[in-house]
């Protein structure tokens, strides 16, 4: 559905009223007959979605300049959502993993350049005493990753195989 500028100004001014109001998201969702896109269409202004596309084209630009730029990005995201405090470095993971990895559990290829290939993932669970070192770290597709869960990559591994002997696929 295409709105013109003036119906999105609109929109974007009822977004904020029920906003006000306290209401949640997907009330207003129904309420304005929106889908979730939309709504962040609509109710981001012309500045922040201008922000936005320039951080994006910036950020484009610095991975042609510097290669392993998301890979940078991703461990220091990594780094403090996993309150690590042991810190490595950029080249600490390229020595590790290689210029050009593989996902630690089902080889499939991933590339640093595209966050959404691969995640950093424990071999030992944080939440099962691993910890943050480098040593205790691997590269896993995200779909890996979410099978994972807080697994060991042998109970892992054990459980694919058990799904594979029960199902008895041909």
Avoid at 8 to 19: D, P, S
Avoid at 97 to 102: D, I, R, V, Y
Avoid at 152 to 158: L, P, T, Y
Wanted: hydrophobic letters at 30%; charged letters at 30%; one cysteine or more.
């Amino acid at each position: 559905m295409k709105h013109s500028l003036l119906e999105k100004e609109k929109i974007r001014k009822q977004i904020y009223l029920y906003l006000k109001k306290g209401y949640p998201r997907e009330k207003i969702l129904s309420i304005l007959n929106l889908n979730k896109d939309m709504y962040y269409v609509i109710k981001m202004s012309d500045e922040d979605r201008i922000k936005r596309l320039e951080y994006q084209r910036k950020a484009r630009e610095k991975s042609k300049i510097q290669p392993y730029f998301y890979l940078k990005q991703n461990i220091k995201q990594f780094q403090k959502k996993s309150k690590i405090t042991d810190n490595f470095s950029l080249q600490d993971v390229l020595n590790k993993f290689g210029p050009s990895p593989k996902c630690a559990l089902s080889g499939e290829e991933i590339d640093y350049n595209n966050t959404k290939t691969y995640n950093l993932d424990h071999i030992i669970p944080f939440s099962r005493g691993g910890t943050g070192n480098l040593d205790n770290l691997q590269l896993v597709t995200p779909r890996i990753n979410l099978m994972k869960s807080n697994l060991s990559n042998e109970e892992f591994i054990n459980l694919c195989k058990k799904i594979v002997e029960n199902t008895k696929i041909t």
